[in-house]
Nanobody, 125 residues
Framework: QVHLVESGGGLVQAGGSLTLSCAAS????????MGWFRQAPGKEREVVAA????????YYRDSVKGRFTISRDNAKNTVYLQMNNLKPEDTAVYYC??????????????????WGQGTQVTVSS
């Protein structure tokens, strides 16, 4: 098990940027695949980006490609989501998640068994 704490959410105007951070507990962070998900009111939780423990070829959902970047610093037990050119439709609660998997990344929420508490991102038009 790993404990996850997100930070960095807030209110931003359309076209602005935010960087979310997710700090993880434990000594084996590099053996976990990490994912960022989001959930807007009345909608299903959806994957935004995912990265394996070895950081090879991250995954992005189509609507954020070219605008969002997922990265991780295994020495700091932290995964980041840099969000640029934000749009009102990016408004949601953002969650980070961890799955025990050093080599493979996952894009489905059922693969993850460790979740943070979420951080609100609101993009005004």
């Amino acid at each position: 098990q790993v404990h996850l704490v997100e930070s960095g959410g807030g209110l931003v105007q359309a076209g602005g940027s935010l960087t979310l951070s997710c700090a993880a507990s434990g000594r084996t962070f590099s053996s976990y695949a990490m994912g960022w998900f989001r959930q807007a009111p009345g909608k299903e939780r959806e994957v935004v980006a995912a990265i394996s423990g070895t950081t090879i070829t991250p995954y992005y959902r189509d609507s954020v490609k070219g605008r969002f970047t997922i990265s991780r610093d295994n020495a700091k037990n932290t995964v980041y989501l840099q969000m640029n050119n934000l749009k009102p439709e990016d408004t949601a609660v953002y969650y980070c998640a961890a799955a025990k998997s050093p080599l493979v990344l996952y894009t489905v929420k059922s693969a993850y068994d460790n979740w943070g508490q979420g951080t609100q991102v609101t993009v005004s038009s």
